[in-house]
């Protein structure tokens, strides 16, 4: 079946860097899109990165470009999100999700499945 | 603060009907961008529950149905049940942001 498996969270001090993991299979990895969407302790859901089929396009929210970068490897199925710089306004559990097409254009596009998340945790 | 305002909690009896309403702009749910529906029970990840607006993909029951006019859409759940309870989140693109963007979500309360 269709999984997402995250991996990579843990407790960072600030000023660190972060390496996130999301390895995927049961489905085409190469055929999505792919998201990195992410949650604050009791806070709500926030849209952070996505990244075309072969990673040649790459979109982020504004909290995040100049911070983070999205990559991909299709051979090893896997999709990373990198950051060289956390502060604790990063704490937040890490979630990849698979783009789906609506078939009306990218900006109509929904997430699912979703991974079980990873969380990170910035503290001095 | 997020561009698609959610109430922050509604509550229910087993079996009434509630409604969580989703309230953006004319630069996103306005602007005919598609609106999307998630569940997130306690401790878990996101669930898609409604897509484009209307439809429930495949194990979702049809208790739960969504609806999309002008700059807000809607989301009811009749025959409250007890595992109803739970976050949940619309989501849809913004076009000043050139992003996509979540509700602030909604807690649903079974009494």
């Known amino acids: 079946q269709v999984q997402l498996v995250e991996s990579g969270g843990g407790v960072f001090q600030p000023g660190r860097s972060l390496r996130l993991s999301c390895a995927a299979s049961?489905?085409?990895?190469?055929?999505?899109?792919m998201h990195w969407v992410r949650q604050a302790p009791g806070k709500g859901l926030e849209w952070v990165a996505l990244i075309s089929y072969d990673g040649s396009n790459k979109y982020y929210a504004d909290s995040a470009k100049g911070r983070f970068t999205i990559s991909r490897d299709n051979s090893k199925n896997t999709l990373y999100l990198q950051t060289n710089s956390l502060t604790v306004e990063d704490t937040a559990v890490y979630y990849c999700?698979?783009?789906?097409?609506?078939?009306?254009?990218?900006?109509?596009?929904?997430?699912?499945?979703w991974g079980q998340g990873t969380l990170v945790t910035v503290s001095s | 603060q997020s561009l698609l305002t959610q109430p922050p909690s509604v509550a229910g009896a087993p079996g009434q009907r509630v409604t969580i309403s989703c309230t953006g702009s004319?630069?996103?749910?306005?602007?005919?961008?598609?609106v999307h529906w998630y569940q997130q029970l306690p401790g878990t990840a996101p669930k898609l529950l409604i897509f484009g607006n209307i439809n429930r993909p495949s194990g979702v029951p049809d208790r739960f149905s969504g609806s999309k006019s002008g700059t807000s859409a809607s989301l009811a759940i009749t025959g409250l049940q007890v595992e109803d309870e739970a976050d949940y989140y619309c989501q849809s693109y913004d076009s000043t942001l050139s992003g996509y963007v979540f509700g602030s979500g909604t807690k649903v309360t079974v009494l």
């Open positions: 004319s630069s996103n749910i306005g602007a005919g961008y598609d």
């Open positions: 049961g489905f085409t990895f190469s055929a999505y899109f």
């Open positions: 999700a698979r783009d789906q097409e609506s078939g009306s254009g990218t900006a109509h596009n929904w997430f699912d499945p």
